[in-house]
């Protein structure tokens, strides 16, 4: 079935160091990917997406690139700042236009 | 424009206790969904709604029921809390034109005792 698996977290990090956080997906076909950031005391807000494979997406210094040979969607930032501290959701459309997540993974970045 | 609001922000029931988590979008979006939120397990689809006056169960329906009431309105009844019921519910709401993104409220915590 469709499913999402991101790695475990916390992963801490200290201001302006690079962030990796991966995201492997199982899907019929090539569904829509996306990362969600949750700040703490939130709901989710969509970081960033890619709708076909190869596609990049990118936002506030974030990207994640489509990989289908290895159906994977990492996501990545040259830089950590303290106010990027928060959960990171990694997701999938299904056929039916419904959000598959997987489990999140708590990012901590000290000053 | 508010977006997706949910109320109420917190609630605290005794085992057995009904009560009504509202949602509101004022985006003139035609999707609408519930879920909850437990820790190490990500965001689980309770129920949703792909248009006014249709409502479909998600992964975990069980102990939940749900009414929209119109298009803006999408709102989630527990008859009868159980502690297992103790998670954060997230609402989102997603358009015709973008289905593929959805937009989430603040999300409301209940705890059952």
């Known amino acids: 079935g469709n499913s999402v698996t991101q790695m475990e977290g916390p992963v801490t990090l200290s201001e302006e160091a690079f962030l990796t956080i991966n995201c492997t997906y199982t899907?019929?076909?090539?569904?829509?990917l996306f990362w969600y950031v949750q700040y703490p005391g939130e709901g989710l807000q969509l970081l960033l997406k890619?709708?076909?494979?190869?596609d990049k997406g990118s936002n506030k210094g974030f990207e994640a690139t489509y990989r289908k040979e290895t159906t994977s969607f990492h996501l990545e930032k040259g830089s950590v700042q303290v106010s990027d501290s928060a959960v990171y959701f990694c997701a999938h459309l299904d056929s039916s236009y419904k959000l598959i997540f997987g489990s999140g993974t708590r990012l901590l970045v000290r000053p | 424009n508010a977006g997706v609001t949910q109320t109420p922000k917190f609630q605290v029931l005794k085992t057995g206790q009904s009560m009504t988590l509202q949602c509101a979008q004022d985006m003139n979006h035609n999707s609408m969904y519930w879920y909850r939120q437990d820790p190490g397990m990500g965001l689980r689809l309770i129920y949703y709604?792909?248009?006014?006056?249709?409502?479909d169960k998600g992964e975990v329906p069980n102990g939940y029921n749900v009414s929209r009431l119109n298009k803006r309105e999408f709102s989630l009844r527990l008859e009868s809390a159980a502690p297992s019921q103790t998670s954060v519910y997230f609402c989102?709401?997603?358009?015709?034109?973008?289905?593929?993104?959805?937009?989430f409220g603040a999300g409301t915590r209940l705890s059952v005792l």
């Open positions: 899907a019929t076909g090539y569904p829509s």
């Open positions: 709604s792909a248009s006014e006056g249709t409502t």
């Open positions: 989102a709401s997603s358009g015709e034109g973008q289905k593929n993104i959805q937009y």
């Open positions: 890619a709708t076909k494979a190869d």
